[in-house]
């Protein structure tokens, strides 16, 4: 079969230098040298874990694709129709904001009851003496709960399992994860999240509620899941990447609003942490998300406060209202202040070191099946009771204080004084914190006026079980967060540091459990503004937002000096190619010309092209788009080409399944294609060249790709360096950038190469140009690079 509209890389960029000459400092080369010593090809591996699962990934379409069908498309839209759009785009983002504020209320009031008759009847239990009989009683509870949660993720939906949040990140950033926002992920996750919190694990539902939020949003922009979906002809204008793309974020902040009715954090939290692409439109709609969530969850909490939601009450929601606590400090607090931001900078970057140890170990584990992940998830839950339930036997008594207006000790329920094993007029403080439901817990420990409440014996427990009990939970087969876990270790510390230097501070013991708790979770996820503004909300004073910021200002820097956040960690551990918002120094030195050399042979088509190549190109190559090359007008030289543009599998296959072709090589006018195709069928997606049967008489046919080319794709010239390349890509949200030469003419392909995602990943490069990988070294930049390496060979052996 013919293949002379497939172009090579120039000759220029694919000289190779003898490999006797001596080493070359990378550093030093101009952009016009070639790279020495280099592997022949640019590889990169196409799948990755999605969840808990290996899955073959793509990119997504951001990029606005100009073809003929997408311009007529444009200009025949009436004002009717723009209004519609732009009606339809606030209707779907107050429906993300009601389904996520009313879902997470319904889980709230789950857990609480769930959790809450738990706790009853085990005090029960333990007040009786008949602790055998407890610790079976809630052994077997713990363990019932957890098998429904990790059975349904292991069977039904494995993307369900851990937060969703990495994964979202990298939806944001340009990866198609599949699988992540169906039905059964959403279902699973929220009965899950019930489950998996109500089992005592040590784990938060904040991440979770940010996956279900994203899951709404995706489900109602598409009408539904891919099977059964509203065929709604408003929905078409929603059939893209980009769309859905801002309903996720919209559904994101969502949940994040509902985790810690947080309106503004959760706009901050995806502009900060998980949005690659920001603009002021989606500000607006993300902010009237949050609103909606707000007001639901405040109606909730209206409601129940009346007493008629069980055990809910005020509980399900972090609330820790210090508006009416008078907050004072003095120069002298900056130092004890400042030490909590370090050892939250500290412990959050040694709490991410060894969690990768441990996620790497659990990788392993998860590699011999299901049954090894549900037992896993079950023995995790069997060393979590043990702990919750053994170790407040080790707390002594505490007697209750005569002159406090509290009761002590606190009657069956929530409360801060829990009696556990302690004789009437005591209490027992570790019981307070460990036989509590985890919101409870942030309320007892952050409890302020209390400078007596708890022993430093059981703080100290309380911190070290939490320490170990969330580096082996998370990871397991079930939804799971990690807000809640570090809030919990962050405030431990931050009260127990008061405790110590109860002499020489001015501040209440319980924002000192606040501020560690911040500093944590600044350490360990380096967010710094949406966590100011989320822990502004929840305490409501803001006399505390100076010495908020100072802590988390502080902790993030100490972090930031040792590994990288908890979620790119992840991110690198999934192989998940998530695109950085700087490029690596040492890109700079390498050209895209040299990096389209590394590459196998550019594939082109051209305008008018034989059906048979199509197919052909199709079966023989994964590409996703190809460029469309012509000759060059009458008027130029002989042999001259042109570059018409770009076009994708998913249009071409499209073309090959209406069988829209053409008897004689001709170029088809606009009427014609309009007549075939609208530019909602060239948004379908999941359609196979395999399932396309052709005769051998359409085979010998011809199609006009005209219609379908992107006329105006992306294009930068040979000479530009990789690090300007990775910044234009990651900015505008690219699939693919097209590398032209710097000199054209005839005989010269108008196309070198074509760039994507995964070429673009320091860590793909370093496989190509290894020397840059020593360099790299040297300088001790290679932090990434090692975390990079564990996650390809931990996606190899799967």
Known sequence: ME?????????????????????????????????????????????????????????????????????????????????????????????????????????????????????????????????????????GVNLALTTVAASLCVVFAPTAAGPGIPEIKAYLNGVDT????????????????????????????????????????????????????LRWKWLRYFKNDRDRRDLITCGASSGVCAAFRSPVGGVLFALEEVATWWRSALLWRTFFSTAVVVVVLRGFIEYCNSGRCGLFGRGGLILFDVSDVTVTYHVNDLLPVALVGVLGGLLGSLYNYVLHKVLRVYSLINERGRMAKLLLSLAVSLFTSVCLYCLPFLAPCTPCDPSSETICPTPEGSGNFKQFNCPNGYYNDLASLLYATNDDAVRNIFSTSTPNEFRSISLLIFFALYCVLGLVTFGIAVPSGLFLPIILMGSAYGRLLALALRSFIHIDQGLYAVLGAAALMSGSMRMTVSLCVIFLELTNNLLL????MFVLLIAKTVGDSFNPSIYEIILELKGLP???????????????????????????????????????????????????????????????????????????????????????????????????????????????????KLTEEEMDMYVDLHPFTNTTPYTVVESMSVAKAVVLFRQVGLRHLLVIPKYQ??????????????????????????????????EGRSKKGEVGKSAESCVGRK
């Open 3 to 139: 293949d002379s509209s497939s172009s090579s890389p120039p000759a220029a960029a694919a000289v190779v230098v003898d490999g006797g000459e001596g080493e070359l400092d990378p550093e030093s080369n101009s952009l016009q040298q070639p790279l020495l010593k280099r592997s022949p090809t640019l590889t990169s591996s196409h799948y990755a874990m999605v969840g808990a699962k290996v899955s073959h990934i793509e990119s997504l379409d951001y990029e606005i694709n100009e073809n003929d069908l997408f311009k007529h498309d444009w200009r025949s839209r009436s004002s009717t129709e723009v209004l519609q759009y732009i009606f339809l785009k606030w209707t779907l983002a107050f429906l993300v904001g009601l389904l996520t504020g009313v879902t997470a209320s319904l889980i709230n009031l789950a857990i609480e009851n769930i959790a809450g008759i738990k706790m009853l009847y085990l005090a029960r239990f333990v007040k009786d003496q008949r602790y055998i009989t407890g610790f079976v009683y809630l052994a």
């Open 178 to 229: 599949p699988n992540m926002f169906g039905v059964s992920t959403l279902v699973v996750k929220i009965i899950g999240s019930i489950g998996s919190v109500s089992a005592g694990l040590d784990l938060g539902k904040e991440g979770p509620l940010v996956h279900i939020g994203a899951c709404f949003a995706s489900l109602l922009g598409q009408g539904g899941s891919e099977n059964y979906r």
């Open 545 to 548: 937002l100076p010495i908020t």
């Open 578 to 692: 998530f695109l950085e918002a700087s490029p690596e120094p040492w890109m700079r030195n390498l050209t895209v010309g040299e990096l389209a050399a590394a590459k196998p042979r550019i594939v082109s088509l051209r305008g008018i092209e034989r059906v048979a190549r199509v197919v052909d190109v199709l079966k023989h190559t994964s590409h996703n788009g190809f460029s469309v090359v012509d000759q060059g007008a009458p008027s130029s030289p002989a042999g001259t080409t042109e570059l018409h543009g770009l076009v994708l599998r998913a249009h071409l296959v499209a073309v090959l399944s209406k069988k829209w072709f053409l008897k004689e090589r001709r170029r088809t006018a606009e009427w014609e294609v309009r007549a075939a195709f609208t530019s909602v069928d060239l948004a379908e997606k999941g359609q196979k060249v395999e399932h396309v």
């Open 745 to 778: 003419g005839a005989g010269i392909s108008p196309v070198v190469g074509i760039l994507t995602r995964q070429d673009l990943r320091a860590h793909n490069i370093l496989g190509a140009f290894p020397h840059l990988a020593n360099k790299r070294g040297e």
